[in-house]
């Protein structure tokens, strides 16, 4: 078809051809486009390894990256468990489940509910998870799961932390210290990856914002309700300051394992891995570019075209996690590398690899996280004593009432029955 068409512009002219001339000006910023989308989606995953027999955790797997990086473990044939807020039996959760099995043709999909925001919640999980024997099989995390607060105020946690802080790093932090066990003792010839999702805003993390964040609770503007969350005011720069301090605490738990002397005498088997997956079209960034408005929604709609171009999809922003997961170079050597478009790059501050900052940062971390569980654990056992203190009265109003109802009756054999049976 196109052959006779060209030679008929040759013969007869290119006005011989309808729209020739329209087809002509537009086809030049059509290509223009395409390449400018083709570039901004960034490189993609050239590794074609199988993931059959891997046991690899993921938080943030129902939505955004973490989903596509689901999806894209379980066609290969991973066993993947998804660490969610939900429990396994809610009913989104369990159809969500059910469809990723369908679509990748993988049974071995499972959730556990692990609640980023609770530190008791984590807890909870991981103590369960290495309280094995013998160690349970774990071949990689994936810590895909993060947050970016809109606007202030801003909200805490429910054990008093910054959100963002805690869901972005602290959560991450206290995950990784509990599971350690269970990584180390995983034999020597397996390759097993830790995985942590950062993104270049921890160029700009400044740490003279961190003693604001553990003071949180002294600037409460409205205290935690058992339908809203509690709110305070608080500086910028903690989401870069998270992952600051994830890419931080990442060389530091590189070296923690390092650090272990096998009873086999044999080196690490695990390795942290940083990858950014650059600027993605996920639900937390269309929530952080709208501010949480309804304005900040119909604006995010009419330039939806430049972030469409400009930002790349779910799907693309998934291939460095992947190929830092499945490429086969980076299961031996020290770890700690950083990956970006599916190539290693340097960091771009040098406090990220300074072990005197991570042994700070490691100091600081396990003590905000003692201070909390302790807090949070009184929390609770008022919380149960207010609930057991409900459930004895509402128990002594009922008795009250039968006995109420019990003297309003008569009874049967009384002399005044008696007498009216007569």
């Not at 955004?64 to 990086?69: L, W």
């Not at 044999?266 to 950014?276: A, M, Q, S």
């Not at 459930?391 to 054999?413: C, H, I, N, W």
């Amino acid at each position: 078809m196109p052959i006779p068409i060209i030679a008929q512009g040759l013969r007869d002219g290119v006005s011989s051809i309808p729209h020739a001339w329209t087809i002509l000006r537009i086809a030049p910023w059509v290509l223009v486009l395409a390449a400018l989308k083709y570039y901004f989606e960034g490189a993609r995953n050239g590794s074609e390894r199988m993931m059959r027999s891997k046991v690899i955790m993921v938080t943030g797997g129902t939505s955004g990256i973490g989903a596509e990086v689901v999806r894209e473990l379980a066609t290969r044939g991973a066993q993947v468990i998804l660490l969610t807020r939900q429990p396994p039996a809610d009913l989104f959760l369990s159809e969500y489940i059910d469809d990723l099995r369908t679509s990748t043709k993988n049974p071995l999909i499972y959730a556990e509910q692990v609640d980023l925001s609770s530190l008791h919640s984590i807890r909870t999980f991981a103590t369960k998870w290495i309280d094995n024997i013998p160690p349970r099989r774990l071949d990689g995390i994936i810590l895909a799961g993060g947050i970016a607060e809109p606007s202030a105020p801003r909200t805490l946690t429910i054990d008093g932390i910054d959100q963002e802080w805690q869901t972005n790093y602290l959560a991450n932090f206290h995950l990784l210290s509990i599971l350690s066990p269970a990584l180390r003792a995983q034999p020597a010839h397996r390759d097993v990856r830790v995985i942590f999702a950062t993104c270049s805003s921890y160029i700009g993390g400044n740490f003279s914002n961190l003693d604001s964040v553990a003071r949180g609770k002294q600037k409460v503007i409205s205290k935690r309700t058992k339908t809203s969350p509690a709110l305070y005011a608080q500086p910028k720069g903690v989401y870069a300051l998270s992952k600051l301090a994830l890419t931080i605490f990442a060389h530091s738990f590189q070296r923690h394992l390092n650090s272990y002397e096998r009873p086999d005498s044999l080196p690490p088997c695990t390795r942290v891995i940083v990858v950014d997956p650059g600027l993605t079209r996920t639900p937390g960034m269309r929530r952080w570019l709208t501010g949480g408005s309804l304005w900040g929604l119909v604006l995010y709609l009419i330039t939806w075209p430049i972030w469409w171009l400009v930002f790349k999809s779910p799907t693309q922003g998934a291939q460095s996690i992947l190929y830092a997961a499945m490429e086969q170079q980076y299961g031996r050597g020290g770890g700690g590398w950083l990956i970006k478009e599916c190539r290693e790059m340097d960091y771009a501050r040098a406090d990220v690899r300074n072990d005197e900052v991570g042994k700070k940062l490691w100091e600081f971390s396990g003590k905000m996280v003692e201070e909390a569980e302790k807090e949070s654990a009184v929390m609770r056992a008022l919380e149960k004593k207010e609930v057991k203190i409900e459930k004895q009265k509402v128990e002594d109003e009922k008795v009250k009432k039968e006995t109420a109802e019990k003297k309003g009756k008569k009874t049967e054999g009384s002399r005044r029955s008696r007498k009216g049976q007569k």
